[in-house]
């Protein structure tokens, strides 16, 4: 297939982009650069630099593709309580842009990045599909808005639709040749890694009274890579089964703040300087996929179990690239 990557730039979309060229498919990549990294682009791969809603550039981008998946989005939970109009011009109204651009253009598949924020608190854990969607900031709600257009399109038969509701994406490709690089990183691997190797002030444990084994939260960290697998599993089954459906990915196993902060400290090999601050409004005590539909119907299978394995990719990137994309060799 000849697909669109939207947001491959990005952390989780340059990953695909790389799966995607692995099994065999051909790839272009739309992105503004807003976030992105020219160079986690390969080269080869057209980079069309433009919004998606620039209804110009993405028909051309679109030319002769059969799907886009679509990753371009903003992803800070506190600042979509800090600036939601932002969150719902870029990930609803400019989504929808790109999907009306997508529809004249006659390209019928979408490959959608969701997020386990659609469901707000869990009233259980593990999660699976079925559990309620009830997102408590307006991240969650902007994607959970695109997950019910997209079931309407699909059931008038506009598009067939995949949305992969992602745990904790985490770690780096195993190669070395890309990571996360997020100008205002907020992910407690990189963060706990940066404090260990002195580029930044310690860490800060938000809360140690939740209702679990040490007090802190717990959240399900999911590869980065096993993640990207995933999307080109779904895209090549988006064939087959309902014209909408949506899947959980993750590992199916929790870990603590602690245990995190632990396991970066031990793959370094010096502790992670930290401190006890009061919790953040709206982190629910644990997050944990339930993934076995993924698992059932496209054979989704994680291969970074182990939360050192995982951490060792983020922390081989970090070391090797001090300044992200900018560092040079
Ligand atoms: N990182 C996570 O843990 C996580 C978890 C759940 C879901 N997600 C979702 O996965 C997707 C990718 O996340 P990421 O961590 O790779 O983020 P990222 O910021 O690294 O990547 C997003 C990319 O989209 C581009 N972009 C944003 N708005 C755009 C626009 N209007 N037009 C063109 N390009 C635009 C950015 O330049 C960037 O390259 C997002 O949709 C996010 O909501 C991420």
Redesign the pocket.
Known sequence: MRALV??G?????SHAVRALLEAGHEVRV???????HRAAVPAGVPLFE????DRDAVSRALEGCDAVLH?????SVGGSVRDPLAYWR?NVA?AIALIDAMDAAGVRRFVF?????TFGVPVRVPMDEDHPQAPINPYGAS?LALERALRDLAAAGVLRAVALR?????GAHEDGSLG?D?AHEE?LIPLAIDAALGRRPPLTVFGEDYDTPDGTCIRDYIHVQDLAVAHVQALEALERGDAFQAYNLGTGRGHSVREVVDCVGRVLGTPVPHSVGPRRAGDPPRLVAAAERARATFGFAPRFTDLGAIVDTAARWRRDHPQGYRTRP
């Open positions: 939207a947001g730039a990005g952390y989780i979309g739309l992105d503004d650069l807003s976030a992105g433009a919004d998606i809603a990753f371009a989005a903003l992803l870029n400019k990045s969701s997020t386990c924020a994607k992602y745990f904790n994406a985490s996360e997020h992910h």
